[in-house]
């Protein structure tokens, strides 16, 4: 893909996930989300889970399972990251409490500016050192740090912007519009996804079927997805221990295992 089609493809990317985050926000009853934003135990459980569970797992996974950088990088930075945008679509979906969802997405992302590069910087140097990449260039630095705030920023601007809309607009046709449109823009974004991940696919960026049946490459697919489940029993557990509403311990599983990486 070349440099032209590699920003356009971007911004495409970014818009799309704008309008999922904005139109998700826009849906939840400004009523309930002030009521949820005091739920302290069940946002707590969530931002636990985030930051210091699910990064830890990560970086457990890749010292078990010796992962090469590219791969091991790339998990580590996607168990740092926040939730949001299909956190949100998948809450809608399945019917958990959207309006908690949405305000530990807003928490999150605002908390993870800092909890982000710590996370990075403290496990990164922890799995690899001062290993250098194939380029010859330190592991740490290869991480685009560039492009995963300027996610969270789109993120964090979206749900304002939804917040406010629906503040604004607290009307039942804005938010069957609202709710529409975050779903369309979801749906196109996994299309616009899949098309990408193809495109990868055959500039040779992505392991293609063959190799994902090869012994090791099999095992690290395996690997990769050990934090998310068990990130997914963990909140599950102790959002049950803590007697939170189905909803609400459904909303906080999501929440924990699906992240917003700014791609």
């Known amino acids: 893909m070349g440099w032209e089609a590699g920003v356009g493809a971007v911004i495409i990317t970014n818009v799309l996930l704008f309008f999922l985050v904005m139109g998700m926000a826009s849906t939840v009853d400004i009523r309930d989300m002030k009521t949820q934003s005091r739920n302290i135990k069940a946002v707590s459980i969530g931002l636990f889970c985030q930051f210091l569970l699910l990064p830890f797992l990560g970086y457990l996974v890749v010292l078990i399972f010796s992962l090469p950088p590219t791969i091991g990088i790339t998990l580590i930075i996607v168990v740092s990251s926040p939730g949001g945008s299909y956190s949100n679509w998948w809450c809608s979906i399945l019917n958990a409490d959207l309006a908690l969802s949405v305000s530990m997405t807003t928490a999150s992302t605002i908390i993870s500016v800092g909890f982000l590069p710590l996370n990075l910087v403290l496990y990164t140097y922890a799995a690899y050192g001062d290993d250098e990449n194939a380029a010859g260039q330190s592991v740490f630095h290869s991480i685009n740090f560039g492009a995963i705030f300027i996610s969270l920023g789109i993120v964090i601007a979206a749900i304002f912007t939804g917040i406010f809309c629906s ?3 607290d009307m039942p046709w804005w938010h069957r519009i609202a709710y529409l449109g975050g779903n369309i823009s979801g749906i196109l974004l996994v299309i616009w996804s899949v098309v990408l991940s193809f495109v990868g696919s055959s500039n040779g960026d992505i392991p293609t079927a063959t190799g994902v049946g ?11 997805c050990l934090p998310c489940l068990f990130g997914l029993a963990i909140a599950t557990a102790l959002a049950t221990l803590i007697k939170l509403k189905k909803p609400e311990r459904l909303t906080t599983a999501v929440e924990c295992c699906y992240q917003n990486t700014g791609g």
Do not use: G
């Not at 090869?214 to 990769?224: M, W």
């Open 214 to 224: 090869n012994t090791d490459d099999a095992v690290q697919y395996f690997a990769i």
């Open 167 to 169: 503040w604004k607009f």
